[in-house]
């Protein structure tokens, strides 16, 4: 099992109709390639989490990274993972507004972290990997329709 989280940045923004449209194709390829995660789009700026094998998860993170709806690629982890997190969800979507208080609040501290990954590597930095793994385990209990 692997698991790859990565931000980037929108080409331009994208409305409501242009994101459902991502979200089918995702849903689509990764139900064909046995990939789950989730999408967090806001103002721009996508998070996103792949988990699956890891030759499938790097072929849909090559795919992604060729897609010209996103540009400025961060990666916050690439790591070996004992079990999936969103095994439920071949792309789980969750609008920012419908995070709580505290999931908003480390979505917007990694994002701003990743924005410095330019001089330190988000994966090496501790404060930004304590924020990400408290803001994946605040999705443990996610319900959603798909």
């Keep these: 099992m692997h698991r790859l989280i990565y931000t980037s940045t929108a080409t331009r923004l994208l409305k409501e109709d242009d994101l459902f449209e991502l979200l089918d194709s995702a849903r689509a390829q990764n139900s064909a390639e046995h990939i789950s995660g989730i999408l967090i789009y806001h103002e721009g700026c996508f998070f996103q989490v792949l988990e699956g094998d890891k030759e499938a998860v790097e072929?849909?993170?090559?795919?992604?990274?060729?897609?010209?709806r996103?540009?400025?690629f961060i990666q916050l982890a690439n790591e070996a993972a004992?079990?999936?997190?969103?095994?439920?969800?071949?792309?789980?979507?969750?609008?920012?507004?419908d995070l709580g208080q505290f999931q908003q609040?480390?979505?917007?501290?990694?994002?701003?972290?990743?924005?410095?990954?330019?001089?330190?590597?988000?994966?090496?930095n501790l404060k930004a990997n304590a924020i990400l793994r408290a803001f994946l385990y605040s999705f443990r209990d996610l319900q959603l329709a798909s």
């Design 59 to 68: 072929h849909c993170y090559e795919r992604i990274c060729r897609d010209g």
């Design 70 to 72: 996103h540009t400025n």
């Design 82 to 97: 004992i079990s999936r997190m969103f095994s439920d969800w071949w792309m789980a979507y969750r609008q920012f507004v």
């Design 105 to 124: 609040k480390q979505f917007i501290e990694l994002r701003d972290l990743a924005k410095t990954a330019m001089r330190m590597p988000v994966v090496d």
